[in-house]
């Protein structure tokens, strides 16, 4: 088992209004920030997860966000992960670090 | 002047409680993900941005997060970027990858 960062972006489907997309977008072209488009603001959640390999991180995190994290009839996701730098000689910590 | 897919991840700093990321990683537990740990929840605000190339996209992404994104007292921000595809004509070269 090794530990995986990974990063679950839950964004408004694209036909879902994002009353809060607009208003960045328009405060961003307010401050003079020219060329800015398309803004969606969604839910970015990060969390480290203990896995084989990197097929079966990205699996159970898929579960994760069909049980819990997105409702897909409003909400897409998308899901980047990569490995977490291991110390050589613990091969299994037991809890996780409290690193961050 | 090329098109950028950008996404800013802002998240609470390490020190700031994050009471989300404390109930998901709780609720995940519950129900019966093992081996989840470190849960933090942010926002993801993904948009496109025109720039010359990556570095002025990024530079122009980092001024937004200091101006109006993010709050660096509690927050912090993380910042990707990638081409938007574009017709077959124009000879950009492929984006570096997102510094992580």
Chains 1, 2 share one sequence.
Do not use: H
């Amino acid at each position: 088992m090794s530990r995986w960062d990974v990063l679950v972006e839950v964004s408004p489907r694209a036909e879902i209004a994002d009353p809060a997309g607009t208003t960045i977008e328009r405060a961003l072209a307010a401050l003079g920030f020219a060329g800015v488009g398309e803004v969606r603001v969604g839910k970015a959640i990060r969390m480290e997860v203990s896995a084989a390999d990197a097929a079966e991180a990205r699996s159970v995190t898929e579960q994760m966000c069909d049980r819990l994290l997105a409702n897909p009839v409003i909400e897409d996701t998308r899901i980047e992960l990569c490995a977490v730098a291991q110390e050589p000689i613990a091969p299994e910590p037991a809890a996780p670090e409290p690193s961050r």
